[in-house]
Each structure stands twice: as structure tokens, then as C-alpha cells.
């Protein structure tokens, strides 16, 4: 008797919560409807104005916190697909991170929220920001700090790619993509010296045969440009002394200028335009 009683109040009080989290909801709907009957042009960004901060409706949902952010996530979409607000990427920032504080678990929004500002907003500086809330709400999730390589590389900021890739890397169970994405951004930066050790890394451990090729090519890319930094200098010295381009590429090696000529990765010389004192590959790397 007492247990159904105790089972009889139990039931009760999650009936009376959920009617109360309804009830609170219902309100925030009441309130959009009527704020968006105001004209936009006197109160931008009305749509979202009453959207109270994420710790405040935590602590108001009664442990329904996961529930609320399910629904904000799905008002959000519908939000920004309305294209007649034409203010509506103001409050990106304050709904995303709302959306976070109700549960920091939730990958979606924090992905989908990044694509907006990319993709919509075209704020690059927001999507970030966006990702890497993400990162910092859920630590062992490497697909935040990756994706916001992929966006900085798109961007050709590729030494902001590179420091993301390095935090995905570290995070256990990140996709052995990542540590290829990193050692071709460090090669954009011109850190050769860490490019061909990363895709020597990669080729040494790698059980992909697809894989391997592609981090040869690299390797020879990598170490062609190498190469070619060390035989440009010493031809730039030659001029300097002599007053002329070497005739041969061997006369930087009689001028000492180089203790030995260097070869591409298959052992070959490299191609020498006297003219314009312009060394190049004798493979085309991506190619080989």
C-alpha cells in the first residue's frame, strides 16, 4: 500500500513537470507570435529578443533541459530558413549557445549552427567560435576542431588549419585523415621540415596501400620543394659572386657552393632553366 502510494505520488509530481515545462513553452510560443506582429523595422532582431540566457531556462525546465533544447534546435532551423528576416544572424551566436548550456552533448546544433555562419552569414570568425564551443563542452569530440581546420583551410588561412588539425589529432579516435590534412597545411605554411616528417610517419605506419601512394607523392612533393630551396639559394650566391647564372647545375657543387648535388626522391636531377636561374621537378608530383 504504501509503495503504490509512494509510486502514485512519483507519478504525479512528473505529471505536474511536464505540464509545467508545456505551459512554459506555450508561453515562449505566445511570446514569438506576438513579438513577430511588430513591425521589424522598429525592433530588429525581434524574433529572438525574449530568448532568456541557457543557464536561466536550465535551471526553469525542471530536468527537462535536453527536451528544450530539442525544440529551440528545431525553431532554430525553421528560424533561419525564413529568409525574409532579413536580420536574422544577429542573435546566431546567443541561440547556438543557448542551445549548448540547455546540453552540451548535443553535436548537432553546434554543427549545423557552424555551416549557418559559414555558409549563410558568411562569417567565418563566428562559425569558429561556434566549433569551438563545441570543442569545449565536449573535449574527446575531435569532429569540432576538425571541421574548423576544413573551414580555415577553405579560407587559405592555413596555418589556423594547421594548429586545428594539430588538436584533432591528439584527441583519441580522430580519423587518420586528419594527420594527412595536417602534414599537406604544413607543407602550405612552407614547415617542410615538419610536412615530410608527418607523411613519412604516415607512410611508415600506414597498412592502406592507398594510402602509402598518396603519402609518397607527397614525400617527393615535400622533398622536391625542399631541394629546390637549397639549389635556389646556391644559385642566388653563384650571381652574387660571378656575377652570372651557373652554366650547369654541377658548378655549384665546384664553387662550393653545395657539398653535393641533390636528386628527387627516384634518385633523378632536377631540371635547370640557365636563363632564369629556375630549378623544377622532373615529375609532376600529384603525377608520379
Not at 205 to 230: F, S
Amino acid at each position: 500500500m504504501t509503495s503504490s502510494r509512494c509510486f502514485s505520488r512519483r507519478g504525479g509530481a512528473s505529471i505536474l513537470l511536464t505540464m509545467a515545462l508545456l505551459i512554459f513553452l506555450s508561453a515562449i510560443v505566445c511570446l514569438k507570435i506576438t513579438v513577430d506582429k511588430i513591425p521589424r523595422q522598429k525592433i530588429p532582431g525581434a524574433s529572438v529578443i525574449y530568448l532568456p540566457s541557457g543557464k536561466y531556462l536550465k535551471s526553469v525546465t525542471f530536468g527537462y533541459s535536453s527536451l528544450a533544447a530539442d525544440l529551440i534546435y528545431l525553431w532554430a532551423i525553421q528560424y533561419y530558413s525564413t529568409l525574409t528576416i532579413v536580420d536574422r544572424y544577429q542573435y546566431l551566436e546567443h541561440i547556438f549557445s543557448v542551445i549548448a548550456e540547455l546540453d552540451p552533448r548535443y553535436r548537432d546544433p553546434y554543427e549545423v549552427g557552424s555551416l549557418i555562419a559559414l555558409y549563410e552569414a558568411r562569417n567565418l570568425d563566428l562559425a569558429l567560435k561556434i566549433l569551438d564551443l563545441g570543442l569545449a563542452k565536449n573535449p574527446d569530440q575531435w569532429i569540432f576542431p576538425f571541421q574548423a581546420g576544413h573551414y580555415a583551410q577553405m579560407a587559405k588561412d592555413y596555418e589556423l588549419a594547421r594548429k586545428y588539425y594539430e588538436k584533432a589529432m591528439k584527441i583519441p579516435g580522430a580519423a587518420d585523415i586528419v594527420k594527412r590534412l595536417y602534414a599537406a597545411a604544413s607543407f602550405k605554411t612552407m614547415d617542410l621540415k615538419t610536412s615530410w616528417e608527418t607523411w613519412q610517419e604516415i607512410y611508415q605506419t600506414a597498412t592502406d596501400e592507398r594510402v602509402k601512394e598518396i603519402a609518397i607523392r607527397h614525400l617527393y612533393r615535400v622533398k622536391a620543394a625542399m631541394d629546390i630551396n637549397r639549389l635556389s639559394e646556391a644559385i642566388s650566391r653563384f650571381r652574387e659572386r660571378y656575377g652570372r647564372n651557373p652554366n650547369e647545375l654541377r658548378e655549384l657543387v665546384q664553387a662550393r657552393m653545395l657539398s653535393e648535388m641533390p636528386k628527387d626522391l627516384d634518385g633523378e636531377d632536377y631540371l635547370y632553366n640557365r636563363e632564369k636561374g629556375e630549378v623544377s621537378p622532373p615529375k609532376i608530383w600529384w603525377k608520379r
